[in-house]
């Protein structure tokens, strides 16, 4: 399976600018052969929490979700997007996977919320990545400050996935996550990791591109730059079985014994 990963510029609030964004990277990713696209982390309406929850319209978000359901069946390519999501009054922050036929396949929320303004702002989920069948492949979801987690990624495995798909925001000054954090978790839990992240500047906010895909071996396979980027990188089925036959650390691990240490 050959996956794609966009890294691009998301302008806050003018979701038409970004819409057509992944509209143009899923017209090229698919034209390459991609069977999925991951897009970064609220990239439909730009990362800017507070301004956000102040000017964004709740009303206006089925119409986002309707139209990258489009966006995913026009170029027929499954769309991985994150968008917030407000109910009576909580907001949250989510990822949808839709498939090639614009068919909603499951949703996630993110469960660790990062920094001062993201907690003022958003509500945290509570549940564990949400993983989904696609031919054949069991894709999971997380978000973000979620990767930074092993419990987030170990939990994602346990459940049987092989890719997980993390949109994200992640600032400059902290490039450490896309080159070390990422092929750490890819490794320590034996399944793809792919890491969408933003390029530029929005809202003042700095994002550092170096969107990652690492494999089951923590072998970097696709690493972005700063600047707008579609990432290739062909998925193996049959990679994490092989490192898990390697090195078994998901058969090998003691629980009962870590709840006696407080884990």
Known sequence: MLLAVMQAQAHVLDDAANLATIDNAAQRAASAGADV???????VVGYAPRRLRDELDPALLP??????????????????????????????ITSTFVDEDGVERGRYVKVHLFGDEEKEVFSPGNRPATIIDHHGLKMGMIICFDVEFPE???AAALQGA???????????GYESVSTTVVPTRALESQLYVAYANHAGVEDGFALGGGSVVADPFGRVLAMGSQGEQLLF?????????????EIPYLDERRPDLYRHWGL
Request: glycine content about 2%; charged content about 20%.
């Open 162 to 172: 092989q890719l997980l798909l993390v949109p994200t925001a992640l600032g400059r």
């Open 152 to 154: 987030s990624v170990r």
């Open 233 to 245: 990188a062909q998925i193996d089925p049959q990679a994490p079985s092989r490192a898990r036959a």
């Open 37 to 43: 696209l991951l897009t970064p982390e609220l990239f």
């Open 63 to 92: 119409a986002f979700h309707d139209e990258l359901r489009r966006i995913a069946a026009r170029h027929s390519i499954a769309i991985v997007y994150s968008l917030p999501a407000v109910r009576e009054s909580i907001w949250e």
